[in-house]
C-alpha cells in the first residue's frame, strides 16, 4: 500500500513539474524572452536550485554587476518576465526558484525559524558560487526580500545594492487594531483560519484541478498583470508552482508569527548589513506592506537608503508599472541613485525621499 501511495506521488509530481515547465515557457515565451535554464547544484541535501539567465541581444560590460531576481512567496521565475529583458540590455540577468519553491529541490529544512532561514542563506551562497558571480545588484520581492536581506547580513561583500520589492518580513507585530493597510478580506479570513494550523497553500492543493479557476475568482486582477499565452496560465503556474512537496512554504511558516508577521523582524536587524551596501525600497501606493519599517531603516542606518513609491501601484509593484519599476532598476543598477523629490515631478507616479 505504501509503494502504491509512493508511486502515484512520484508520478504525480512529475506529471505537475511537466506541465508547471510548459506554463513557464508560455509566459516567457509571451514576453519575448529568450533565455537558458539550468539545475545548479548546492551542498545542503544533494538540492539544486532551478535558475534561469536571460540572453541579452547587446554586448553586455563582464564589469557590470550581475542582476538577480528573487521571487516572493509562492511564486517563481515567471513573475519577472515583464522586467528581465529591459535589465538585460546592459547587465547580466539571472532569476532563480528559492530552494523549496517552484522547479528547484523541495528539501526539508530546520524546523527554527534562525536555522532554517541560515539554510536558505547558504543555498543562495552556493549558487553564487557555481554561478561565478562576485558582486550582485539583488532586486527582491515579498519573502525574497526578505531572504536577499538574510543573505546580505551574512555576505555583505558580495552584494552591490539591495532592491527591495514590497518586502515581506521587515515589521513588528501589532495588535490587529493599529494596523492601517490591510490586505484583501478573504485573505485575512483564512490566515486567520489556517495561520496555526497547515501551511498557507494546503486549502489551495486540496482543491486539486478546479484550484486555477477558484484562485482566477478570488484574485481575477492576476492574469491583468501577468499575461501568459493563455487567460488562465498565471492561476495554472501558480498552482503548479506550489502542487509538490511544500518545505519551502513549511519553512517560512516557521519564521513567522500568528498571523503572517515574520518572528524576526528584519527591521531590528537591517543594520547588521555592511554599511557599504546601498539599499532602495519599492513599494506600490496600493499595498497592503507598510513602508513605515523601511523609514525606521533610513533614519537609523549609516548608509545609502532610498524609499520610492509608485502611485497606483499594488503589492506586485514590479508587474502593475513595469515600464516604470524597470527605470528605477537600471537608474539603481548603473549607478544613477541620487534621487530628490524634484527628480520626480516630471512624473507623477514617483515619489521618493533622500538619505537621512
Known sequence: MISAISNLTARWSEES??????????????????YTSEYVPIRFKNSRIYTVKVESANEVPEDNPAVVFM???????????????EIAKSHRVYAFDLLGFGRSSRPIFSSES????LEMVEAIEDWRKAMNIEKMVIVGHDFGGYMASAYSIENS?????????????F???VEAGEKLIKP??????????????MNPLTPMRWMGKDAPFIIRKL?????????????????????????NTPTGETAFMSMTVPVGWAKRPMVKRFNKIAESVGTTFIFGSKSWIDPGPAMDIQTSRNAYV???????????????????????????????????TSDCEDDHRCCAWEVA
Open 17 to 34: 513539474l511537466e506541465k508547471l515547465e510548459k506554463v513557464e515557457s508560455r509566459f516567457f515565451k509571451n514576453y519575448d524572452v529568450k
Open 71 to 85: 521571487h516572493g512567496f509562492g511564486a517563481g521565475v515567471a513573475f519577472w518576465c515583464a522586467n528581465l529583458n
Open 114 to 117: 534562525a536555522i532554517a532561514e
Open 157 to 169: 561583500q558580495h552584494v552591490a545594492h539591495l532592491i527591495l520589492v514590497d518586502p515581506w518580513g
Open 171 to 173: 515589521a513588528e507585530k
Open 184 to 197: 484583501y478580506q478573504w485573505m485575512s479570513l483564512l490566515g486567520e483560519y489556517i495561520g496555526k494550523s
Open 219 to 243: 484574485r481575477p486582477d492576476l492574469m491583468l498583470r501577468f499575461k501568459g499565452t493563455k487567460t488562465d496560465d498565471i492561476y495554472k503556474y501558480v498552482y503548479y508552482s506550489n502542487l
Open 306 to 340: 532610498d524609499i520610492k513609491i509608485i502611485h497606483g501601484a499594488g503589492h506586485h509593484v514590479y508587474a502593475d508599472d513595469p515600464d516604470l519599476f524597470n527605470k528605477m532598476v537600471l537608474d539603481i543598477v548603473e549607478g544613477r541613485l541620487e534621487v530628490t
